[in-house]
């Protein structure tokens, strides 16, 4: 037999009374005191009203102010999870800035609250942190709707997932933040997987929409395979993908330095085969929203200058942020430790405010404008629609150099010391040494370019405008992208019948389409050191076959390490 509901049966007889008490009323009848009292009485046993304080028998006591309210003064998206932040009123207003939590490089932000770097500026900060607790879970296409409306007015994120969602009518990059620098890994089963091209027909795993698919889309198109012909399962979280490949459903994994890569890594028979050490492909980036930037101009100046004030006591004084890191929550920003701050740090290379004031020259923005198109044809590559494709003559409407400039020009901004890890590649000078034969012998490919139609005429060594163009999009990239890596160009030369050709004199014309494609390259400042060359005979000698003579008119770009 079930049991009674006595609850609902009191709730049922409520119902019965409130309505006769109503139906007295209408037809003009004044219910007894005491049927008033009843019910009022009944009510409160099932529902106890609250105790009404006399308001003048308490002093006031001050309500904290942690969590935001409902709706913030400056119309700014409010955390669902309460965080320290800036209360009051502040000349310039405020700014809500969101980031990912436990990513100790966009954790100098706290530091513009903490130690009061942009309240000394007149400017209030409030945040929000991605994904507490099952809160502040905002996918990619809102953050790029809030950024647009005002209620992110900046956003610390990748400029590679930017190009995905974002584009000049959702926000603009301000500043760098730096790069991936080790963090990033792609972890394969060696015996399937040696190369980027051997990704055809295998299994891979990844974090959905995250900075892990994006570059096995940039592997992909590096070594020409079509994301077609991968098998992709994307999950929710690396945690996810991990298991797959532990469980032997995935021949690869690509994720970023964490206990679950180290798991994947311990898995018998795996590698690295790349490591964001080398491959510079991701750039973290400030974003400020076209509402902020039409709005409250002066309030985003104070923001970045506090950013990069913030960062200087980062660089000088690394036990000093941390402390500031884990007072405003250590489990939120993933610093507890001056050591968990140095040692995140020392895989991410972060830009300073010098290297911001060089990349956003007018010299220097064309590359930063090819770093996003080479973004926008990543994502193309593997299948995903960007939403504002953005075309070559508005790419300078992604950037506003502005806020940049204007910090560059305090002094006071600008350290003393170098970042804990001082590559930002696209502004530092590393020493690129020549290899010495035995050491070229060494060398391991990790990817065959997808360059197909560098091919020269019969017995020419000059390269076509055709040639060039795929050398431009297909080989500089990755150079100007990647770290400690040389390219071989292997030339090769066709040898038709009776055309009186010997092996020396082949070998000499396939050495030359060598060379003139490592005078070509050099002019892009790529040092002349990283470049391997070398010669390739071709099958057919003597050939009769006018097609496979041409197809041996060509080169081969393998990138190495």
């Not at 593997?382 to 300078?396: S, W, Y």
Request: proline share 6%.
């Amino acid at each position: 037999m079930e049991r009674i509901r006595w609850g609902n049966v009191v709730l049922a007889a409520l119902a019965l009374l409130a309505v006769g008490f109503a139906s007295l009323i209408i037809v003009g009848i004044d219910p007894s005191p005491r049927l008033s009292e009843a019910v009022g009485a009944i009510l409160s046993q099932v529902h106890p009203l609250p105790v009404q304080a006399k308001l003048d028998s308490v002093p006031p006591v001050p309500v904290p102010t942690l969590a935001p309210t409902p709706v913030l003064d400056d119309g700014g998206f409010q955390s669902e999870v309460a965080v320290p932040q800036s209360t009051g009123q502040f000349p310039l207003g405020t700014i809500t800035v969101a980031f990912d939590k436990e990513f100790p490089p966009y954790s100098p932000v706290v530091l513009l609250y903490q130690q009061q770097l942009a309240e000394k500026r007149g400017l209030g900060v409030h945040f929000v942190p991605f994904d507490i607790e099952d809160r502040n879970r905002i996918s990619e296409t809102r953050r790029g709707e809030l950024l647009r409306s005002g209620g992110f007015d900046v956003l610390l994120t990748t400029m590679n997932s930017y190009a995905l969602w974002g584009g000049p009518e959702v926000g603009r990059v301000t500043a760098i933040i730096g790069e991936s620098a080790g963090a990033d890994k792609a972890v394969v089963q060696e015996s399937v997987i040696k190369t980027f091209n051997d990704f055809y027909g295998k299994a891979v795993a990844y974090s959905d929409s995250s900075v892990s698919e994006y570059l096995l889309y940039y592997m992909l198109r590096a070594g020409g395979v079509p994301a077609e012909a991968v098998i992709r399962f994307g999950h929710e979280n690396l945690n996810q993908a991990v298991r797959r490949y532990g469980d032997r459903e995935a021949h690869a994994v690509v994720g970023w330095t964490s206990s679950d890569l180290d798991t994947a890594i311990k898995r018998p028979g795996s590698k690295v085969l790349m490591t964001s050490d080398q491959f510079r492909v991701t750039m973290d980036v400030i974003v400020t929203g076209t509402g902020a930037l039409q709005t409250k101009p002066a309030a985003v100046q104070a923001f970045h200058d506090a950013w990069f004030e913030a960062n200087k006591v980062v660089f000088e004084h690394p036990d000093q942020a941390a402390f500031a890191m884990k007072s405003w929550n250590g489990s939120w920003t993933g610093v507890e430790t001056t050591e968990d701050l140095t040692d995140a740090l020392s895989e991410f290379a972060q830009a300073t405010l010098a290297d911001n004031r060089i990349m956003f020259s007018q010299e220097n923005l064309p590359l930063l404008e090819e770093r996003y198109k080479d973004a926008e044809a990543v994502w193309a590559w593997g299948g995903r629609n960007v939403k504002q494709l953005v075309r070559d003559q508005d790419l300078p409407t992604v950037f506003d150099p502005t806020f940049v400039r204007k910090s560059a020009q305090d002094a006071s901004l600008t350290s003393t010391r170098p970042p804990v890890n001082p590559t930002f590649h696209l502004t530092a000078k590393p020493e690129v040494k020549g290899l010495s034969p035995d050491e070229q012998s060494r060398l391991q490919t990790v990817a065959v370019l997808d360059v197909k139609q560098v091919e020269f005429e019969q017995g020419s060594a000059q390269l076509s405008a055709s040639a060039r163009q795929h050398i431009e999009a297909s080989v500089i990239p990755v150079l100007q992208n990647t770290v400690g890596t040389y390219l071989k160009v292997e030339g090769s030369a066709g040898w038709p019948e009776k055309a009186g050709l010997t092996e020396a004199t082949v070998n000499g014309l396939a050495f030359e389409r060598a060379r003139a494609v490592q005078d070509y390259i050099i002019k892009f400042g790529v040092p002349v050191e990283r470049l391997v060359l070398g010669t390739t005979l071709p099958v057919c000698r003597e050939c009769k076959d006018a097609g496979q003579i041409q197809r041996s008119n060509t080169v081969v770009f393998s990138l190495t390490n």
